[in-house]
């Protein structure tokens, strides 16, 4: 009986496939995808392939400091609220001290309870080739911002430390706009995003229930006049 219940469920997957696939818009490429499936489901995806694993994050040498607080469920939720919380996190560590941000990412996304590997992947944005400029632009902002000439993209000044402490303060000001702008921004554009999506999901939905109802509730032929013949007995 479990193996006839098995192929019997098993034809009906695959006739439910190749439904759908009958159903699907011939557009190609990513186009079809995304009519097929949803902007929203794609994104969920995308964001899965590049944040790490929740194993990856758990024995992480960096990570394992955070123990039991990791089997939170709310760190591992791709929703709105999660997402954009996520963003917000690790846009804003980026352009902090490129020292155990992923520690410093961690600890605010488990603190705010927002998705945990999205946090520590976008920390990643800031690595040895990106770090020069985002920190020179940064130094220089803080400088404009307090009313100092900066000092040239010049290797030897920067490797000199007798000169870190003269950068320090407009280089920390500097990343701390930097942080709060990208953070702000990339929280306001993912909620964007989510709502957008949302929102043209109901209306598909509306625009499906409508055809729906139309095609079962055809409107009735238009009733004749009295004393004039009818158009298809002339």
């Known amino acids: 009986t ?6 019997s469920s098993y034809t009906l997957g695959r006739w439910a496939d190749a439904d759908v696939r009958r159903s699907r818009p011939s557009a190609p490429g990513f186009l079809a995808q995304r009519q097929a499936r949803g902007f929203g489901a794609i994104m969920k995806d995308w964001l899965k392939r590049i944040s790490p694993s929740k194993s990856e994050i758990s024995n992480h040498k960096h990570m394992r400091v955070f123990g039991d607080w990791l089997h939170d469920p709310n760190l591992w939720h791709l929703n709105r609220r999660s997402v954009a ?3 917000a996190v690790g846009l804003f560590f980026m352009y902090m001290p490129p020292f155990f941000q ?3 990412a961690g600890f605010a996304a488990i603190f705010l309870r927002v998705n945990l590997p999205i946090s520590t992947a976008l920390v990643w944005i800031t690595n040895p080739i990106t770090i020069p400029p985002m920190y020179y632009f940064a130094y220089v902002l803080g400088c404009w911002v ?3 000439p900066p000092a040239p993209f010049d290797l030897d000044f920067w490797l000199n430390w007798h000169n ?3 950068i320090l303060a407009p280089l920390s000001l500097g990343s701390l706009i930097c942080a709060a702008v ?3 921004t990339g929280y306001l554009v993912i909620e964007g995003l989510w709502r957008w999506n949302l929102g043209r999901q109901i209306r598909r ?9 139309r095609a079962r509730n055809p409107p009735p032929p238009p009733e004749a006049h009295p004393g004039k013949p009818e158009t298809w007995l002339r």
């Open 2 to 7: 479990r193996a006839m219940l098995k192929a």
């Open 85 to 87: 919380g996520a963003f």
């Open 182 to 184: 990208c953070s702000v």
């Open 102 to 104: 992923m520690v410093q």
């Open 146 to 148: 307090l009313a100092k």
């Open 164 to 166: 870190w402490l003269e």
């Open 205 to 213: 939905r509306k625009a499906r229930l409508q055809n729906s109802l």
